[in-house]
């Protein structure tokens, strides 16, 4: 079986805003694997964003804080780490796409030099100019000596004849002109039509859709080996969204990286996604194979939120909706955090809160890729209306 | 069914070009960009050349006391038989230097201050009490009124014009402190900011790159307009007599102004008051609009929006697209690249 390129375990993120505690994420385990696509999907305010942010560390700490859990990417678990480490993960090994392509470009920077310093970044560490995560049990060892530019020239100059220097020093260094067309080839990537152009123009001069383009090709350009899209549609008007989404999707069978892909939008997620997690006031309630958690949801929530997604092509009466509201998270109910909510809750679900585990009882705990949930009676769940 | 297409924005102009016309579309700014240019290049001249505009030595006897502007005198000659014009020309260099030493140190020393208090303020850490200890350094120059302050100190480090430049200087930096330590604050939070770092960019190159190109803009709008306030400031103290003498081997005009208005009856000899007043006045007003043209230079969004009014721009137009694919597919076949094959 193949290492997940990511392992989160346990994972517990608190907000400490005045005197209130607000547990945003609360026990979250979820693994992903090279190149699948694992969708987390849920309300607004169900901590699915502070999950994103959280795995690169790019929440700001204080005031989240990371109570307890590890981060394990690529064999080393991210929570210890110093900042300066962290860094060399950010980029080249986890890279980002956020939800607001309006503001996520430096509004004072040409599309080329938005995209040009992604390149550089990943460039730079795979030169062995600056140092770089690679994972594994030294995680920040050097793979290569470093070279610089200008020991490379001498030392081959010395040594080698001059055409095979020259060519030598070329894989090292990189031109202008290199950049240029490297930086072209990934707008070409995003479907960007007349990439030369584009260039040379600034953030405001873009639509909505070209702007979440740039983002794509700047995050795509590090080739990092996880990437978090965080609800990179959300922010979109209907069709630019429907052409964003046919982008991701195609890209997902061209680049090589895990992506997380997070949303609040199900049919976003269900085109996308080849594993979903369905997460509750902080808690991952339902995971598994995306037609599986859908077709037949083994959580009342899960459940719930399918029923009340609208649907474009019946109208079948009034819109469903989910009687009471979203719990405080400064206060969250004991057990099951969706009891105070549910159809189906027991006495047994104010005590512990449900285990997330398979919903076929033959399955064993460990498995991978199987379809769990955390509800004592996920097997009458499919009697709910 | 309509043709598919595809929007081709218009290519980016010439940088001289673009310069040119948001000038030509801000009348008002481009007058100050001239005026501010005409002061430099008289400065220069009186610096190197100045026989050329400076008919007399500052204080050289015409014979003439209390002389009426004529060719010979454009300003006038004062109580002493000095030329008024050929001194407030040679005080020129001097003034404006001033204006650039004073809020060029300040620009460095705040500036820089300022952008260290307001990227690393993370509370509870060390940079954190750095950034605590540069603010409350500030706030204390702050409490006091600058003049005041710099008059104090004139009285430390002597008379003259460097001691009094250096009095200036040292009360003149917290103003930037607070601008650019602002500036970063409200920059710093933004998503692109985050995006860049979720990129691998180190802090360094952040604050270096994204924060202080995204902060320049006001400070340098604020940097030129201050160059006139600190004309104004050290005039004020040249005009007590602290700073500088008039009459002297170096004119100034705050001190030409505070000897003229002890010495001469305004009512009777007014252009010889006007003469310095005037030479402050527009070198201020001058500087003034420059800050507000820079505004608008340096901004991209303004810039591209007063290219598109002013000038007949290409406007982005709809073009067929050649097929469905990423790329333009590259002229292989024979006849594919010939433009009338196709119509």
């Known amino acids: 079986m193949t290492e997940p390129v990511l392992d989160v375990q346990d994972l517990s993120i608190t907000y400490t805003v005045g005197a209130g505690v607000f547990q945003a994420v609360s026990g979250v385990s979820l693994k992903i694997f090279p190149r699948r696509v694992v969708g987390i999907v849920g309300e607004t305010g169900c901590g699915k964003s502070t999950l994103a942010q959280a795995i690169p560390r790019l929440l700001p700490e204080p005031p989240a804080s990371i109570g307890s859990g590890r981060i394990i990417f690529r064999g080393t678990d991210l929570v210890p780490l110093p900042k300066r480490q962290l860094r060399m993960v950010r980029g080249t090994g986890i890279g980002m796409i956020f939800q607001e392509p309006l503001n996520s470009l430096n509004p004072a920077f040409r599309v080329y030099d938005q995209i040009v310093e992604s390149i550089q970044v990943r460039h730079y560490r795979e030169m062995g100019w600056t140092r770089s995560f690679q994972g594994g049990e030294n995680p920040f060892d050097y793979s290569k000596p470093p070279i610089t530019a200008s020991a490379a020239t001498s030392l081959t100059r010395a040594v080698v004849p001059a055409g095979a220097a020259e060519e030598l020093v070329r894989d090292r260094l990189q031109s202008r002109s290199d950049y240029r067309r490297e930086v072209l080839e990934y707008l070409r990537l995003v479907r960007i039509n007349d990439p030369e152009t584009i260039l040379g123009l600034y953030p405001h001069e873009l639509s909505g859709g070209m702007r979440q383009r740039i983002m794509i090709a700047m995050a795509l350009s590090a080739k990092p080996s996880l990437l978090i899209a965080d609800e990179p549609t959300s922010a979109l008007d209907v069709t630019i969204q429907a052409q964003v989404l046919t982008l991701m999707k195609e890209l997902i069978d061209e680049v090589d990286a895990a992506i997380l892909f997070i949303s609040h939008d199900l049919g976003v997620i269900a085109e996308t996604a080849d594993e979903v997690g369905v997460m509750y006031a902080g808690r991952l309630v339902e995971y598994g194979p995306v037609a599986e958690v859908f077709q037949s949801p083994r959580h009342p929530y899960t459940k719930a939120l399918l029923r009340a997604a609208p649907s474009t092509y019946k109208s079948e009466g009034p819109l469903h909706s989910i009687a009471g509201s979203v719990p405080n998270l400064s206060r969250p109910p004991a057990g099951c955090r969706f009891h105070p909510r549910c159809p189906l809750v027991q006495e047994v679900c104010r005590g512990a809160p449900p285990p997330l585990d398979p919903v076929d009882p033959k399955v064993p705990k460990g498995a991978e890729g199987v379809h769990r949930s955390a509800c004592y009676f996920a097997a009458e769940v499919p009697t709910l209306p | ?343």
């Open chain 2, 1 to 343: 069914m309509a043709a598919p297409t595809r929007t081709v924005a218009p290519r980016p102009d010439h940088p001289v070009l673009v310069f040119w016309r948001v000038m030509k579309a801000n009348p008002l700014s481009l007058f100050g960009f001239l005026l501010v240019a005409v002061i430099g290049i008289t400065a220069v001249v009186v610096l190197v050349a100045p026989h050329l505009l400076v008919p007399y030595a500052p204080q050289q006897e015409t014979g003439a006391i209390f002389a009426s502007p004529s060719w010979q005198h454009p300003l006038g000659t004062d109580a002493l038989g000095y030329d008024a014009y050929s001194n407030v020309m040679l005080a020129l260099p001097l003034d404006l230097g001033i204006g650039f030493a004073v809020a060029g140190s300040a620009l460095l020393l705040g500036g820089t201050l300022g952008l260290i208090a307001g990227f690393f303020d993370t509370p509870g850490t060390g940079s954190g009490w750095l950034s605590l200890s540069i603010m409350r350094v500030t706030d204390i120059f702050l409490s006091f009124p600058s003049l005041i302050l710099a008059l104090a100190l004139t009285r430390v480090l002597g008379l003259g014009v460097g001691p009094t430049v250096l009095a200036i200087s040292l009360t003149w930096w917290p103003y930037y402190v607070r601008l650019v330590r602002g500036e970063v604050l409200a920059v710093k939070h933004l998503p692109y900011i985050n995006a860049a770092r979720a990129a691998g960019v180190t802090e360094g190159r952040i604050l270096l790159r994204h924060v202080v190109r995204n902060v320049l803009e006001p400070v340098v709008v604020f940097f030129t307009l201050d160059v006139g306030t600190v004309l104004v400031t050290y005039s004020t103290i040249a005009f007590i007599g602290v700073a500088s003498r008039y009459p002297g081997p170096q004119p100034e005009w705050g001190a030409m102004l505070g000897y003229y208005q002890q010495t001469e009856p305004i009512s009777a000899y007014p252009w010889l008051i006007l003469a310095p007043g005037l030479a402050v006045f527009v070198t201020v007003f001058a500087f003034s609009l420059l800050g507000d043209g820079l505004r608008d230079i340096l901004d991209p969004r303004t810039r591209r929006a007063f290219v598109r009014s002013v000038a007949p721009h290409e406007p982005p137009k709809e073009v067929p697209v050649a097929e469905p694919g990423p790329e333009p597919a590259p002229p292989t076949g024979i006849g594919a690249s010939d433009p009338g094959a196709s119509g």
